[in-house]
Structures are given as structure tokens and as C-alpha cells.
Nanobody, 114 residues
Framework: QVQLVESGGGLVQPGGSLRLSCKVS????????MGWYRQAPGPQREVVAL???????SYEDSVKGRFTISRDDAKNSVYLQMNNLRPEDTAVYYC????????WGQGTQVTVSS
């Protein structure tokens, strides 16, 4: 069973940066597509960034050029570098496989506010 532990969130001013980390247990990241998701207040959770096991990446339109997903398969970890943050990026951020495992982590809160 996959276990996911996210960290690195916090409060940041508009234009600031954060780096999120995700430690994955129970599945080797190197053989899966890994993703970052976010959920603002409301029921909908959206895909923010994906990294396929060949290294190809894909981003939601609003974060292109600002967010970068990466992975360290030796550490079974996935990262999300977020630059030039905007208030609309405020959400709880989760990592998971893609398609997602039913075992979501607790997420990490990102709040962008002045």
C-alpha cells in the first residue's frame, strides 16, 4: 500500500517561492507517473503537475513557467518548486501516483497572501 507524506508548505507573500517535498513509501517512484494535486476550499481536487517515468512533464496551464516538478528515485521522493506564487495558488497540495492511489496523504497547506 502506498504511503505519501507531503511537507514544505507555508505562508508566503505573492511573488514568493516554496519547495514542496513528498516522501513515497510502498511503491517505487521510478516506475510510476507521479503527480502533484491541489484542493482549494471545495470538493474539487485538480492536477497541478505530472512527471512520467520517462522524465516527461506536464503542467496545468495556470502554473506553466512557474512550477517545476522533479523526482529523486534514489530517495523515492517527488518535489514541486513553486515560484512567483499568486493568491490563487492557495490550496492544500498533495502528491500521489497518476492515476491516483486511493491512499492520499495529509497534504501540505500553501497560503499566498500579503
Amino acid at each position: 500500500q502506498v504511503q505519501l507524506v507531503e511537507s514544505g508548505g507555508g505562508l508566503v507573500q505573492p511573488g514568493g517561492s516554496l519547495r514542496l517535498s513528498c516522501k513515497v513509501s510502498g511503491s517505487p517512484t521510478r516506475i510510476y507517473t507521479m503527480g502533484w494535486y491541489r484542493q482549494a476550499p471545495g470538493p474539487q481536487r485538480e492536477v497541478v503537475a505530472l512527471m512520467f517515468n520517462g522524465g516527461f512533464t506536464s503542467y496545468e496551464d495556470s502554473v506553466k513557467g512557474r512550477f517545476t516538478i522533479s523526482r529523486d528515485d534514489a530517495k523515492n521522493s517527488v518535489y514541486l518548486q513553486m515560484n512567483n506564487l499568486r493568491p490563487e495558488d492557495t490550496a492544500v497540495y498533495y502528491c500521489n501516483l497518476h492515476p491516483p492511489s486511493p491512499s492520499w496523504g495529509q497534504g501540505t497547506q500553501v497560503t499566498v497572501s500579503s
